[in-house]
């Protein structure tokens, strides 16, 4: 790999999919997502144990958003269900995405987590595209890059003999 500063649109920087510094950036691209959500799913859990309670009142708050009352019946009725998932949820798709292990997985519930951050900020007072908005495409760029197999467990487990006779499996890893 070479980059010439006298010719920048020389073809000799290569970021192909197989590169090294491609593999390098999505696996740090995974882990330092990961940090981000171990950090603010832990943190709830130190402050507040399993009993989150700004979770559901969060989503009662979401009436005149596009997901319509849907948030708001599930922070009513339940509320405690989410006081849990919420911080648990956070925590363990941190963890996944900085071991690598399920990341397609992981990366859906963190793309889940981000829709409803994006879509309850629907005053959108800082843009449509904001924080919320990137952290979303962050998890779907790693479920479509697969970056779990990028210095991640996945790529270790995608060769056992289990997930080899199950290879419907590789759409949770990967």
Do not use: S
Request: overall charge neutral; proline content about 4%; glycine content about 12%.
């Amino acid at each position: 790999m070479a980059y010439r500063a006298a010719d920048p649109t020389a073809n000799e920087f290569d970021l192909a999919p197989q590169g090294a510094w491609t593999a390098y950036w999505l696996a740090i691209l995974r882990v330092v997502t990961g940090w981000w959500f171990f950090h603010a799913g832990v943190t709830k859990l130190i402050e507040d144990g399993l009993a989150y309670t700004y979770g559901p009142a969060y989503l009662q708050q979401m009436t005149g958003t596009a997901l319509g009352p849907i948030p708001v019946w599930m922070g009513e009725h339940l509320g405690w269900a989410i006081q849990a998932l919420v911080p648990l949820g956070e925590t363990f798709i941190g963890l996944a995405l900085m071991a690598g292990a399920l990341v397609r997985l992981a990366a859906a519930g963190g793309a889940f987590f981000m829709t409803l951050f994006w879509v309850g900020n629907a005053e959108f007072g800082h843009g449509l595209v904001n924080a919320d908005l990137m952290g979303l495409l962050l998890f779907l760029t790693m479920i479509v890059l697969a970056t779990g197999r990028y210095y991640g467990l996945d790529a270790i487990i995608e060769k056992t003999e289990f997930v080899r006779k199950r290879p419907k499996l590789r759409y949770l890893l990967g």
